[in-house]
């Protein structure tokens, strides 16, 4: 049982739910509690060790500027299946005509500060804080777990994303594009690399829905976690 001082009220929601308040050193409570939305706990810290933790567990930070850090673990699961991406013509066109340069983990530091930047529809501001982008750099500096896609149109960055490896499992934080289908194309050749299993996308978009995403139960979804734990990625 979790102390009664460990729970905060989340009055965000339809009906008012209990959500788990981490301190320094607390372990997440089981994914089950998360209310509705996903929402699992709040506070702790950003630490290496504490982001490990959370994507070995399917848990994410996700937050905005002011507010405590807030952990997610939502069901059902978006995830990408790399034998169910869907490459439309044009993509296919665009990729033989090689208008676009790929790299891999070349400018991680750019391509985060980039998907922080992009304006994006119906959102105001970015959850990409600075504290963010600096927990990811050291995530791929120090523990070499998140990898970068880049996409150049000469010398200059237009697209690209960033996540978290558990072992064949790529957990998708954020992608940006610059020009025409930019981060499209980041995605369809960090899938054929052929070093993921599964692509988690977290949560629901059209975008990635066109490309082949769909919602998986979090139970299952916890499961190809599980099983990729001891697997070799990028």
């Not at 304006?119 to 501001?125: E, F, N, Y």
């Amino acid at each position: 049982m979790y102390p009664a001082s460990q729970f905060c009220f989340n009055l965000c929601s339809a009906f008012p739910v209990a959500i788990f308040k981490l301190f320094a050193n607390d372990p997440f409570p089981p994914v089950e509690m998360a209310d509705l939305d996903g929402r699992l706990a709040i506070g702790a810290n950003l630490s290496p060790q504490r982001l490990i933790q959370a994507y070995s567990q399917g848990i994410f930070p996700w937050y905005s500027q002011g507010s405590p850090i807030v952990w997610w673990c939502p069901d059902p699961r978006f995830v990408l299946f790399p034998n169910e991406l869907k490459i439309s013509k044009s993509m296919r066109q665009l990729r033989r005509r090689s208008t676009y340069r790929v790299t891999f983990n070349t400018a991680f530091r750019e391509v985060i500060a980039a998907c922080a930047k992009i304006k994006r529809p119906d959102q105001q501001g970015t959850w990409i804080l600075p504290e963010m982008q600096q927990a990811y750099l050291r995530l791929f500096e120090t523990e070499k777990i998140a990898h970068s896609v880049e996409v150049w149109f000469n010398d200059e960055l237009v697209g690209g994303l960033y996540g978290v490896a558990v072992g064949r499992v790529f957990c998708g934080e954020s992608m940006f594009s610059k020009a025409d289908n930019a981060s499209k194309l980041a995605l369809i050749e960090l899938v054929g690399t052929g070093d993921f299993d599964l692509i988690d996308c977290q949560v629901y978009t059209d975008h990635l829905a066109s490309l082949g995403a769909r919602e998986i139960p979090r139970t299952d979804f916890l499961k190809y976690l599980s099983s990729a734990q001891s697997q070799v990625s990028l």
